[in-house]
Every structure is written in structure tokens, then in C-alpha cells.
């Protein structure tokens, strides 16, 4: 449940309205993303944010499924519900196999284990 009020779609104007269209048009969903109606109090930093999102269905040296399976990694490892759903949902779309979301997580959760191990120990690298 969100702690402030979102703006719903009938309720954008200007800016937010295009804004709004533009984002559903992109990620190719008949609603306005929570996170986004959760923004647009404030413009300004509804399209920086989008602007980033954006970039990642841009173009790049790496393809789109690359880049969301990589954020797919860092939302499990940083235990988000919200981002975590998103882009399993966005990782179907672009075609990507269950066998390959799983071996994902498996990569994730062992290089998030590692992390602590190593940080507690106090391990530099030797490289």
C-alpha cells in the first residue's frame, strides 16, 4: 500500500498526461505503473526517472533482455517485491525461459552470499 496518494490517469494534465501516455505506449501496458503515478506530483522528477527507464529499452551494447535480466538480479538481491514481479513479468515478454530466470536467481543469491562472506571476513582482492 503506498504511504502517499497517487495520481490517478483521468487526473494528469499536461506534462504528467503525456508523460503518462507515452509510458504505457513504451512498456506497452494499458495502466500507468504505480511507481510512476507515485511520481507525478512532482514532474520534474517523474520524467527524469522515466528518462532513465526509458534508456533501458534503448539502444546499446547490450539487448534489452540483458539489461532486465541484470535488474531482475539486483531486485531479488536487494529483496524488492514491487521490482522483482516487474521484471520477471517484462523478462516473459522478451521471451526469457524459466530455466534461465532460475539460473539467474541461483547466480544472484550465491554472488549476494559471497559478498557478505567476504565483506565480513574483511577479503581484499588478489587480482
Known amino acids: 500500500m503506498a504511504i502517499i496518494r497517487l495520481m490517478e490517469e483521468s487526473q494528469a494534465t499536461g506534462r504528467v498526461k503525456e508523460l503518462f501516455g507515452e509510458i504505457k505506449s513504451t512498456l ?3 495502466f500507468v505503473p504505480e511507481l510512476f503515478r507515485a511520481l507525478a506530483a512532482r514532474p520534474e522528477q517523474l520524467e527524469a526517472v522515466w528518462t532513465q527507464v526509458k534508456g533501458l529499452f534503448g539502444s546499446g551494447s547490450l539487448d534489452v533482455k540483458t539489461k532486465v535480466l541484470a535488474a531482475l538480479a539486483v531486485a531479488a538481491a ?19 525461459t524459466d530455466e534461465e530466470i532460475a539460473e539467474l536467481l541461483e547466480g544472484a543469491s550465491l554472488a549476494t552470499g559471497l559478498n ?8 581484499e582482492p588478489e587480482l
Open 116 to 123: 557478505t562472506l567476504v565483506t565480513g571476513l574483511g577479503l
Open 78 to 96: 536487494q529483496r524488492s517485491p514491487y521490482f522483482v514481479a516487474i521484471h520477471a513479468i517484462v523478462l516473459k515478454r522478451l521471451g526469457a
Open 28 to 30: 506497452e501496458v494499458p
